[in-house]
Each structure stands twice: as structure tokens, then as C-alpha cells.
Nanobody, 117 residues
Framework: QVQLVESGGGLVQPGGSLRLSCAVSGLTLSRYAMNWYRQTPGKRRELVAAIGRAGDNSIYGDSVKGRFTISRDNVENTVSLQMNNLKPEDTGVYFC??????????WGQGTQVTVSA
């Protein structure tokens, strides 16, 4: 049974930092690209960051470039998202996703991030 469990969300003031983690079980992580998405009310789920299977390449959404960093540990089966200089517009539910083949994808349940003074 594949499980992705996000953690690390919470309430933070603007300019603060959070580190999200995604613990993965039930699959060989090195065979999957990993993504972080976020969703806010009334908007489509937005890709925040993505990292390749070996962790040697990554991409970021325009709104988070220079502030967020995605990383992975294929031994510990975890993926992380370091979020710095957080802004109120970063508020949302953050989901991690594992992507294998063209139609193979798994999602976690999400973790809430709220950026507010």
C-alpha cells in the first residue's frame, strides 16, 4: 500500500520559514519524480516545485522561485520543501505527489500552511 504523509505545516508570520516533509512508503522512491502542489480556495491546484528521480534537477513555480527549495532523500524515502520568506499568498494546503509512468501518480492528504500576521 502506497502512502504519502505530509507534515510540517502550520501558522507562520510573513517573512518566516517552514519546512515541509513528505514521508513515502510502499514504493521505491528513486523510481518516481516528486512534486509539491498547493491549493487555495477557489483556485486550481498549483505546481510549486518538482524534483527528478535522482534529485539532480528541479523546477519551481514562478511565484516561489528563489524562496523555496525542494530536496529528496531516496534512502530515507522523504521529500522536503524548505520555504523561506513566506508571504500571505503562500497560504494553502500543500500536497506531495509521486509520479511514475504516464498514468501512475500518488497523492498525500496535504498539510495546511497559513501565512498571517
Amino acid at each position: 500500500q502506497v502512502q504519502l504523509v505530509e507534515s510540517g505545516g502550520g501558522l507562520v508570520q510573513p517573512g518566516g520559514s517552514l519546512r515541509l516533509s513528505c514521508a513515502v512508503s510502499g514504493l521505491t522512491l528513486s523510481r518516481y519524480a516528486m512534486n509539491w502542489y498547493r491549493q487555495t480556495p477557489g483556485k486550481r491546484r498549483e505546481l510549486v516545485a518538482a524534483i527528478g528521480r535522482a534529485g539532480d534537477n528541479s523546477i519551481y513555480g514562478d511565484s516561489v522561485k528563489g524562496r523555496f527549495t525542494i530536496s529528496r532523500d531516496n534512502v530515507e524515502n522523504t521529500v522536503s520543501l524548505q520555504m523561506n520568506n513566506l508571504k500571505p499568498e503562500d497560504t494553502g494546503v500543500y500536497f506531495c505527489q509521486a509520479v511514475g509512468g504516464a498514468s501512475e501518480a500518488y497523492w498525500g492528504q496535504g498539510t495546511q500552511v497559513t501565512v498571517s500576521a
